[in-house]
């Protein structure tokens, strides 16, 4: 998803969480050029790294 939103992180209870208060409006392309593409799967990349990173921290005990 691209686009401008507002997201804010807090942390309750040692969890770190986020939490949408303006989700961002879906992008839609019109058009895909070589560099469209690779910005995509880069970034889509960069997301799920992410997201096992944030859930791995997430599922180690203390």
């Known amino acids: 998803m691209f686009g401008v939103g507002v997201w804010v992180e ?4 040692g969890l770190r969480q986020v939490e949408s ?12 050029k070589a560099v469209g593409w690779r910005m ?11 997201q096992a990173e944030a859930q791995a921290s997430s599922s180690r005990t203390v």
Do not use: G, K
């Not at 807090?10 to 209870?13: E, K, L, V, Y």
């Not at 992008?27 to 895909?32: E, N, R």
């Open 10 to 13: 807090h942390s309750a209870d």
């Open 40 to 50: 995509t799967e880069r970034t889509y990349r960069t997301w799920t790294q992410y």
């Open 21 to 32: 208060l303006l989700a961002p409006a879906p992008f839609v392309a019109s058009q895909f």
